[in-house]
């Protein structure tokens, strides 16, 4: 089953964000979501991605030192949390899960099921 993102919104420059990502809870097995992005005109990017046990975490450089995944099973939940946006950070937000329990890197073929995404808009 799709995951669901919420959480998108306008934001000045300089301001934080949190998305959520609501997974089915028909997922018995905690298996690995990835956060990803597309802007207008641009290929979709991997942010990052966070183990099904969330011990371990992986990202993007773009995101490195500004962008945080956590989870909460008992919610069936993960979270991307942003901070110190920049206009190039606007782009439609998606969450996927992966392919198995691991969270290695950000190849699109890794992750199956996809949400329809959240708009994440940063501007004055």
């Known amino acids: 089953a799709q995951p669901v993102e919420s959480g998108g919104d306008l934001v000045q420059p300089g301001g934080s964000l949190r998305l959520s990502c609501t997974l089915s809870?028909?997922?018995?097995?905690?298996?690995?979501v990835g956060w990803f992005r597309q802007a207008p005109g641009n290929v979709r990017e991997g942010v990052g991605c966070?183990?099904?046990?969330?011990?371990?975490?992986y990202y993007a450089d773009s995101a490195k030192g500004r962008f945080t995944i956590s989870r909460d099973n008992a919610k069936n939940t993960v979270y991307l949390h942003m901070n110190s946006l920049k206009s190039e950070d606007t782009a439609i937000y998606y969450c996927?899960?992966?392919?198995?329990?691991?969270?290695?890197?950000?190849?699109?073929?890794?992750?199956?099921?996809w949400g329809r995404g959240t708009q994440v808009t940063v501007s004055r």
């Open positions: 996927a899960t992966g392919t198995t329990r691991g969270c290695y890197g950000l190849d699109i073929s890794d992750f199956a099921a």
């Open positions: 809870t028909l997922t018995l097995d905690y298996h690995a």
């Open positions: 966070i183990s099904g046990t969330g011990s371990s975490t």
